[in-house]
């Protein structure tokens, strides 16, 4: 079953349980990934369909940010009901730790052992290593830790 496919189901599911916050996460997940269709004029594979979904959970915990400042309790905890439910359909993240040994072994490997200029560098080595399975501005603050 493609992850489109599971995300139809799961679609259909919340719709007879009647659970309004899963339908509508789902339903603009669902929108999304139609609209890059429609855009590219062609289907979209899996890896296609989880680029979307991160995006689509990257926007919503940038919007936490803003809500928090606004004070709009009522909203921060919808998006974050969202984000768990979007957050399911990708795979598992790195830990802190795990990045932290990926980091350290990969500065190892270029031969950077610290200051601010070898910024670049390190992120431009270790990005690829943890596409799709870490969040950038998560290994950019570790990096920043390491190189300090």
Same mark, same amino acid.
């Given at each position: 079953m493609t992850l489109q496919?599971?995300?139809t189901e799961d679609f259909k599911a919340a719709m007879k349980a009647h659970d309004e916050v899963k339908k509508n996460t789902l339903s603009f997940a669902r929108a999304?990934?139609?609209q890059v269709e429609v855009d590219t004029r062609k289907e979209v594979e899996d890896a296609d369909v989880l680029a979307i979904?991160?995006?689509?959970v990257k926007m919503r915990k940038d919007a936490l940010a803003d809500f928090e400042k606004a004070g709009r309790t009522d909203l +921060?905890?919808?998006y974050k009901a969202e984000?768990?439910?979007?957050e399911a359909y990708l795979p598992e993240q790195m830990s802190e730790e795990q990045i932290r040994k990926l980091v350290t072994e990969t500065a190892a490997e270029v031969g950077v052992e610290g200051g601010k200029q070898n910024m670049g560098k390190l992120m431009k080595s270790v990005m690829p290593?943890?596409?799709? +399975?870490?969040?950038?501005?998560t290994v950019r603050k570790i990096i920043e830790e390491f190189l300090a």
């Amino acid at each position: 079953m493609t992850l489109q496919e599971r995300l139809t189901e799961d679609f259909k599911a919340a719709m007879k349980a009647h659970d309004e916050v899963k339908k509508n996460t789902l339903s603009f997940a669902r929108a999304a990934i139609k609209q890059v269709e429609v855009d590219t004029r062609k289907e979209v594979e899996d890896a296609d369909v989880l680029a979307i979904l991160k995006k689509q959970v990257k926007m919503r915990k940038d919007a936490l940010a803003d809500f928090e400042k606004a004070g709009r309790t009522d909203l +921060l905890d919808s998006y974050k009901a969202e984000i768990e439910i979007l957050e399911a359909y990708l795979p598992e993240q790195m830990s802190e730790e795990q990045i932290r040994k990926l980091v350290t072994e990969t500065a190892a490997e270029v031969g950077v052992e610290g200051g601010k200029q070898n910024m670049g560098k390190l992120m431009k080595s270790v990005m690829p290593k943890v596409k799709g +399975l870490a969040d950038g501005n998560t290994v950019r603050k570790i990096i920043e830790e390491f190189l300090a």
